[in-house]
């Protein structure tokens, strides 16, 4: 079974600051790992996706994530915030194999001030 | 990726009426999943629906309260049912177009106020 923990519900940065969200994962085999952005009264947009390979991941609008199995970890960064960047942001599993099932975390909010 | 077209965008029901969510692909896919967003919550999957079988639903998600229809590979409904205003929440579908690898498709969802 697979199951996501992000840790704080809200993180708050000021516009050219650097952005961190943190997620763990748990998982009983190897994992997909995904973050996606909700931004108000829309649904949701993949903003990149650990499969296989290279641990550190690109996404679009400058965000990137690095896979760490040692410590079950797929935090999303981006070095500098922009006021555009203030959304809902979700970490996801699914498992490599077998029934492929999108496990959501309970999401954090970013807000971007001036 | 695929595009997925969802409709209502939003509604508001009155209590005891149900509400039937339609979900177009433009592509073929093998599974298609209906998931949950209470207000200020994450997603919950509500069930994964395949191409010619009964929708396989999630713990706590019964038929009766939500039977969902996939007549072919581009095409699904939710039906909300007996509405209380529980139900109040946004309703997401979902694909898989190539396998888990290449990631899920969401569409925009419908906003549903019961009343």
New interface residues.
Partial sequence: AQSVTQLGSHVSVSEGALVLLRCNYSSSVPPYLFWYVQYPNQGLQLLLKYTTGATLVKGINGFEAEFKKSETSFHLTKPSAHMSDAAEYFCAVSALTGFQKLVFGTGTRLLVSP | SAVIS?KPSRDICQRGTSLTIQCQVDSQVT?M?WYRQQPG?????IA?ANQGSEATYESGFVIDKFPISRPNLTFSTLTVSNMSPEDSSIY?C?V?PG???Y???????T?LTVV
């Fill in positions: 969802q599974m999943f919550q994450s997603l919950t999957l994964t997401l979902s898989l396998g888990a690898n990631g899920y498709t969401f569409g925009s969802g906003r």
